[in-house]
């Protein structure tokens, strides 16, 4: 999301269609009438893992580490706060660090003392990984749980087993058994010799072929024409799901909750808009 909302007045200025395959902070696309994504967004993240965290889990009082200097993270936090304190749940502390951090022990020493039942990390891959793994060391035994930023295979490669029993929100599950599905598995491992593609993968790959269909609907490259098309997209069948764009260029689809075990990424449950 840092990373788009830097690129999208560019894009609206120029008149050039901008399409993020994962961006899910709500500005992003309120940068410009130019400016889409075929991903949902984080209050509809946020509000996917509070219910999973108070009904699936059965939580009542949480912590958040959130990464101060990331815009994802801090949007992705505020809107697990509101919806998990709206159900009747309980934000009992709130610790911090910035992008780039590597030791974490004093926030989780903080948070292990506040006698919390969960802590929801919306953070990315490497930080994550690094917390589960500091909170193991510090024999901090409850679920730990984050969003689609964790969407890695390097969560278990640099986690290992501090990272088994995690929980995060993600966008697909490979376990999906729809032909698209499988087909697009089947020829993604015959191009990247047997990698199983992860959410971001099957985010860029819908990207791409939204947009192509919307080049092939304008009949044109001109700008202006392709992001009419783009507009007018609907229901258009991805590997994520069934893609409709709103009026503010958002994607409405349904959340993937994952877990980690025995080093693999395992599909709990779909959460539907």
Not at 2 to 12: D, K, M, V
Not at 154 to 175: D, K
Request: glycine letters at 10%; charged letters at 20%.
């Amino acid at each position: 999301s840092s990373r788009s909302l830097e690129a999208a007045p560019i894009c609206q200025a120029a008149g050039i269609p901008q399409i993020s395959p994962s961006s899910t902070n709500p500005a992003v696309t309120e940068m410009g009438d130019y400016i889409f994504r075929v991903c949902f967004i984080d209050p509809f993240q946020g509000l996917v893992m509070a219910k999973f965290a108070k009904d699936t889990l059965q939580l009542r009082k949480v912590a958040l580490l959130t990464s101060v200097s990331n815009a994802y993270s801090v949007g992705l936090a505020k809107y697990f706060r509101e919806r998990f304190v709206a159900d009747g749940g309980t934000v009992v502390l709130e610790q911090k660090y910035s992008e780039g951090d590597k030791d974490f022990k004093a926030q989780l020493t903080a948070i292990k003392a506040a006698g919390i039942e969960g802590i929801f990390v919306p953070g990315y891959y490497t930080e994550a990984a690094l917390i589960c793994k500091q909170a193991k060391d510090l024999g901090i035994g409850v679920p730990i749980f984050g969003g689609d930023g964790w969407e890695a295979p390097q969560l278990v490669e640099i986690g290992g087993t501090a990272v088994e029993g995690s929980y995060y929100s993600t966008h697909y599950s490979p376990e999906n058994k729809s032909p698209a599905v499988a087909t697009f598995l089947e020829k993604f491992g015959q191009r990247w010799n047997g990698q199983v593609p992860d959410a971001m993968a099957a985010l860029g790959y819908d990207s791409a072929m939204v947009l192509i269909a919307a080049i092939r609907r304008a009949g044109s490259t001109d700008g202006a024409s392709i992001r009419d098309a783009l507009a007018a997209t609907r229901d258009y069948p991805g590997i994520t799901g069934n893609t409709t764009l709103d009026e503010n260029r958002n994607a409405t689809k349904a959340a993937v909750v994952v877990t980690i075990r025995n080093g693999e990424f395992k599909f709990v449950e779909t959460v539907a808009p």
